[in-house]
């Protein structure tokens, strides 16, 4: 989203610290262990020098060779036994460096989803899963590669080439200045590359979010997909943002293809300076034999950290990219959120709710979906709502468990405005079955109970029934263990809703919420549902969303909504009365009383 604008409270590296609490010491043992064998590595060579100018190319050789062969002997076994020193502590360094790098992303996934899981409607609907799906995968793991990789290669590189520069100034400062004067080209360099490759980074991973994007909904739109046989359309579409993703990767490789030859020659122009000006230096007797075998022994040392930095250079990019966008999530915060001192309420409710004069709008709709809504339903009274499509019947029942925010006005239960009550405890008290059906890949069981091992199975098959769902569901073949969702078996769309309303009710809510459950549900079934519900032996005010009349005609209180505005209520005796919009329904769902009606005038 508008993550470039976005302002942290912490920067990235601040906050990759605040992510390795109690992993922090082991993390500075690990770039020690870096340190120490990078400097091992000087020994190599330093051991080489002193071999040659003793025992090979000195004045004194032959005879050193013969008196001092146990020195000789020495210097060959410290070079094994630094090298050994050096393998241990490269291993063991790692090592660390991959534990603390776990342990980050364990962390940060695990509070990254505790995030998801209280972020508010508003926020689903503004993120795409296939991008949220991304910021948990492969950016997380730009993280983690940070932490193992590109950490260790900075202070890798920085100590190998500090190490050699040092040894090179004390062994003949002269000749190290004129290898080392090359060195801030580099710098340089890899500061422009720096500045090209940035926003290639920021591209690369919008593309990678945007394929996963692609993949995610035409996999679970499956249906539809094959409904409309657009197999080629979706593959197709797919391709394209392979594609896209494919070329954004090559031509970000390409950016250090550019500056790779620059920073390759002046690398390759070390060994070459030495050469030459090595040779002028021992020629003149100013550098030892010996001096010049360790200098070109260790003149990678000052080379490879200058080839290294542009991928170095690149993968912090990476890392730059994908932390951004992971930190967008992390420092996110919900806009319906429990207030400072908001009340605790858990007992039941006695089930008042009232709309005080309530009007709301979408943050991204322009125009308001509700206008000053007011009624009153009192406990345990069946509050039914009717309307055209798309007139806000929806939106209406979502402000009761502040999925949103009223733009306006107020809605209280039992006298308690619903923002001033921890979100918990209101929406645990409210049992809602969605118009969307979603069940889980789980058990018939599972999907009622729903995470509750309070419920047990005697209730679950007792609110099944009361769905109207005990009978179907006896007759699969493994009853209540029957896996459905995803991976199990399908179910018809009136069998989901009524195993979405045996959900709702095993809650025992003091609110249930029926948003449209039953209109997949043939007539007969529908009317056994509701002689079930009356005689649930918990209280519980209720609120029908139905277009049958026969849904609702024995509600307490009917709501007629039309475009956001309660244009007529009372029970359904009154509204035929009053002969609007509802007694028109009526009469269309009920030709006979129609008929009777005009006899009746006649
Ligand atoms: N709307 C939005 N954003 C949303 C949901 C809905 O702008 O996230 C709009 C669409 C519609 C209005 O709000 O114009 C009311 O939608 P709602 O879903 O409340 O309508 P409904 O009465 O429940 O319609 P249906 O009978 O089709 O379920
Ligand atoms: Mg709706």
């Known amino acids: 989203m508008k993550s470039n604008t976005k302002q942290f409270p912490k920067n990235k590296i601040a906050w990759l610290w605040e992510n390795m609490e109690g992993k922090r010491a082991l993390y500075f043992v690990g770039i020690l262990g870096t340190v ?33 062969r146990d020195l000789l002997y020495r210097l060959l076994f410290a070079m094994v036994g630094f090298t050994f020193l050096r393998v241990i502590v490269v291993y063991g360094s790692c090592m660390i460096y991959e534990t603390v790098s776990q342990s980050v992303l364990y962390r940060v996934r695990n509070y990254l989803y505790d995030k998801l899981q209280r972020q508010d409607m508003t926020f689903y609907s503004t993120y795409r899963t296939g991008d949220l799906m991304t910021r948990q995968t492969g950016d997380l793991d730009a993280v983690r590669h940070m ?80 409904a409309f046989a657009r197999e080629d359309y979706e593959i197709e579409k797919f391709d394209r943002a392979n594609t896209d993703y494919a070329e954004t990767n090559k031509a ?67 890392f730059s990219a994908a932390s951004k966008k992971v930190m967008e999530l992390y420092y996110s915060e919900p806009k319906i959120r429990d207030e400072e001192n908001a009340v605790s309420h858990p007992e039941r409710f006695e089930g008042k709710i009232e709309f005080d004069n309530v009007s709301f709008q979408y943050e991204d709709g322009d125009l308001p979906v509700l206008h000053n809504i007011s009624f009153t339903a009192h406990p345990n009274e069946t509050v039914a709502i009717m309307g055209e499509t798309g007139c806000g019947k929806t939106s ?46 789980d058990t018939i069981e599972g999907n009622i109970a729903y995470g509750d091992d309070s419920i047990k199975m005697n209730e679950v098959v007792k609110f099944a029934r009361y769905s109207a769902a005990a009978d179907f569901i006896s007759k699969m073949p493994e009853g209540y263990d029957t896996l459905v969702g995803e991976r199990g078996v399908g179910l018809s769309g009136g069998q989901k809703q009524r195993i979405s309303l045996a959900r709702a009710l095993a809650i025992r809510p003091s609110v249930l919420i029926l948003d449209d459950t039953t209109s997949a549900v043939d007539m007969e079934t529908e009317s056994y549902i509701q002689r079930q519900l009356e005689n649930i032996n918990h ?26 505005r309660i244009i007529e209520q009372g029970t359904h005796e009154e509204l035929v009365a009053k002969n609007g919009y509802y007694a028109t329904v009526y009469y269309h769902q009920y030709p006979m009383a129609a008929k009777m009606r005009e006899q009746g005038v006649k």
Not at 43 to 68: C, M, R, W
Not at 544 to 559: G, N, Q, T, V
């Open 396 to 441: 209406l029942i979502n402000l009761i468990p502040r999925f949103y925010e009223p733009t306006e006005g107020q809605i209280r239960i039992d006298g308690i405005p619903v923002e001033q009550l921890k979100l918990y405890d209101l929406r645990k008290q409210i049992g809602l079955a969605t118009q969307d059906v979603l069940l889980y890949s």
């Open 147 to 226: 932490v193992a990789w590109v950490v260790r290669m900075v202070v890798e590189s920085f100590s190998l080439f500090a190490a050699a520069a040092v040894f090179f100034l004390y062994t003949n400062w002269k000749l190290a200045l004129c290898v080392l004067v090359i060195s801030p080209f580099v710098f340089w360099i890899i500061y422009l590359f720096r500045n090209r490759v940035a926003p290639m980074h920021a591209a690369l991973r919008e593309k990678l979010a945007q394929m996963n994007t692609c993949a995610q909904e035409n996999i679970s739109g499956n249906r539809v997909v094959k």
């Open 539 to 564: 209280a519980c005010t209720t609120f029908i969303i139905a277009y049958r009349i026969s849904s609702i005609k024995d509600a307490d209180k009917i709501l007629v909504l039309d475009q956001g």
């Open 36 to 68: 120490l064998y990078n400097i091992l590595q000087l020994t190599i060579p330093y051991f080489s020098g002193k071999i040659v100018d003793l025992f090979l190319t000195g004045e004194n050789a032959a005879t050193n060779l013969q008196v001092h």
């Open 252 to 318: 970000t490789g390409m950016v250090w293809l550019k500056f790779f030859p620059i920073v390759e020659s002046i690398a390759n122009l070390m060994p070459v300076v030495l050469l030459a000006v090595g040779g002028v230096f021992m020629i003149r007797g100013q550098l030892t034999m010996g001096d010049y075998v360790a200098f070109s022994g260790l003149i990678w040392a000052i080379a490879n950290p200058m080839r290294q930095m542009g991928n170095i250079m690149n993968e912090f990019q990476r």
